[in-house]
């Protein structure tokens, strides 16, 4: 029996550890995104129904990037956090719907458009700030599993979720997450760079800051080499003319 409960241990305990650092690494529940699987690859053009009742399809905002936040609307924890949060950073780097569109996009199957509405005006969000429902299940996971976004569902309708924010650009192409429940200004600033197409330096030369920091430093050793041989001959010099 002891042996039975250390191997169900040593089988559980990295699991807990995996889940925990995971989810702890987020800033919120749920599995994490795999980036390495959506980064650089487009969203399907889902049809998209707003809290107007308006239908759309997501390519109708090609041109502007695009930020999609997963919510759904009778959430009392995380979402309405995630979604004042939003509304207070993005005030200082231009408006919804003129600069970059923002969509508050459900999760649950069973959101209505009242509930959208009752949402939108809950957060006083504006017309260029839209709370959507896809219209068709199927293209909703589709939509949900190109951001790699994976929830369990509770009892009542409550879910278990990651807490994200996801950055396409104008071509509707995945560049950048953002976790958590509030946003750091100069994250979000390289976010929305980055999915404008104005790439930081810090991420658009990543790749060669290796070899830049080694020939920096090389160029401090020689340097620092040649110094030293200058000042070893100076003394040299110095000590031949006294002797003569």
């Known amino acids: 029996m002891r042996r039975l409960f250390s191997a169900l241990a040593s089988l559980v305990l990295p699991l807990f550890l995996f889940f925990f650092t995971s989810f702890a690494q987020t800033g919120g529940t749920g599995i994490p995104p795999n980036e390495s699987r959506t980064l650089g ?88 700030w839209k709370v959507v429902l896809v219209k068709d299940k199927s293209q909703l996971f589709k939509l949900l599993d190109a951001i790699d976004f994976r929830f369990a569902t ?41 999915a404008k197409g104005e790439i930081a330096l810090p991420e658009k030369f990543r790749g060669h800051l290796f070899l830049v920091g080694m020939l920096g430093f090389v160029g401090t050793v020689v340097f620092t080499v040649i110094r030293i041989s200058r000042l070893r001959y100076r ?10």
């Not at 003394?235 to 003569?244: F, H, M, S």
């Open 154 to 194: 509770l009892p009542n309708r409550e879910f278990v979720h990651p807490n994200l924010i996801v950055f396409l650009d104008k071509n509707l192409i995945i560049r950048k997450y953002l976790y958590g429940v509030t946003f750091d200004k100069l994250e979000f600033a390289n976010a929305l760079r980055i």
């Open 41 to 128: 690859k487009p969203v399907p053009d889902a049809v998209l129904v707003d809290s107007r009742g308006k239908e759309f399809h997501l390519y109708d905002l090609k041109g502007k990037p695009v930020i999609l936040s997963p919510i759904y609307t009778h959430c009392t924890s995380a979402c309405p956090i995630i979604t004042e949060n939003l509304k207070d950073t993005v005030k200082l780097f231009g408006k919804p719907g003129k600069d970059f569109y923002i969509l508050s996009i459900t999760f649950d199957p069973k959101d209505s458009v009242q509930d959208l509405k009752r949402f939108q005006e809950k957060h006083k969000l504006g017309e260029g």
């Open 235 to 244: 003394k040299r010099e110095g000590a031949v003319r006294l002797k003569g």
